[in-house]
């Protein structure tokens, strides 16, 4: 199975603040890596799909990049609604999930 | 209004059965693959299993491989999880989702609201 290594696992920013959350892959998996938002009690919703494309009713602040093994997620403008979970996927081959990252804000 | 919605989960004891059921409403059921996926109480997101649009293609987590089924009745827009020996580390809170593709899985675009299934003596 290809490994996916998320990092920060949590971390602390401000709101206006511009945030930045990297995924790494095992192996190259081109550009299926998507990324979800989960918030407490509630089901995942898609943000990223295919690396850098906004999932329909995603607001702009959000965006992807990366190909091969390293990818990001930025959210350009923290705002208080983005305090959540938020996890990478490949589907490059059978889907895993990176470990999450918790984003709080200050 | 696109629409998951699972049911089936409950208290099983170590090595039973369950048989978890999701039923869609709102999009072309037949038209797009789809996936359960599970959440441990304080853990992260795992993904179980896989189907095609037509049924035709399954795919499994190795966690899974032996013990659980995906399976789906198109005429009735629903998708089962036939899950048995469940053990204790099966005992999550199972998401049905909607892939953006027929074929295979892509991205999951729509979750229901998951269903809990708790493996314990």
């Known amino acids: 199975d290809i490994q996916m290594t998320q990092s920060p696992s949590s971390l602390s920013a401000s709101v206006g603040d511009r945030v930045t959350i990297t995924c790494r892959a095992s192996?190259?998996?081109?550009?299926?890596l998507n990324w979800y938002q989960q918030k407490p009690g509630k089901a995942p919703n898609l943000l990223i799909y295919a690396a850098s494309s906004l999932q329909s009713g995603v607001p702009s602040r959000f965006s992807g990049g990366g190909s091969g093994t390293d990818f990001t997620l930025t959210i350009s403008s923290l705002q208080p609604e983005d305090s959540a979970t938020y996890y990478c996927?490949?589907?490059?081959?059978?889907?895993?999930f990176g470990g999450g990252t918790k984003v709080e804000i200050k | 209004e696109v629409q998951l919605l699972e049911s089936g989960g409950g208290l099983v004891q170590p090595g039973g059965s369950l048989r978890l059921s999701c039923e869609a409403s709102g999009f072309t059921f037949s038209s797009y693959a789809m996936s359960w996926v599970r959440q441990a109480p304080g853990k992260g997101l795992e993904w179980v299993s896989g189907i095609s649009g037509s049924g035709g293609r399954t795919y499994n987590a190795d966690s899974v491989k032996g013990r659980f089924t995906i399976s789906r009745d198109n005429s009735k827009n629903t998708l089962f999880l036939q899950m048995n020996s469940l053990r204790a580390e099966d005992t999550a809170v199972y998401y049905c989702?909607?892939?953006?593709?027929?074929?295979?899985?892509?991205?999951?675009?729509?979750w229901g609201q998951g269903t809990m299934v708790t493996v314990s003596s």
């Open positions: 192996q190259s998996i081109s550009s299926y």
């Open positions: 989702a909607k892939d953006q593709e027929m074929a295979t899985i892509v991205a999951l675009d729509i």
């Open positions: 996927q490949q589907t490059y081959t059978t889907p895993t």
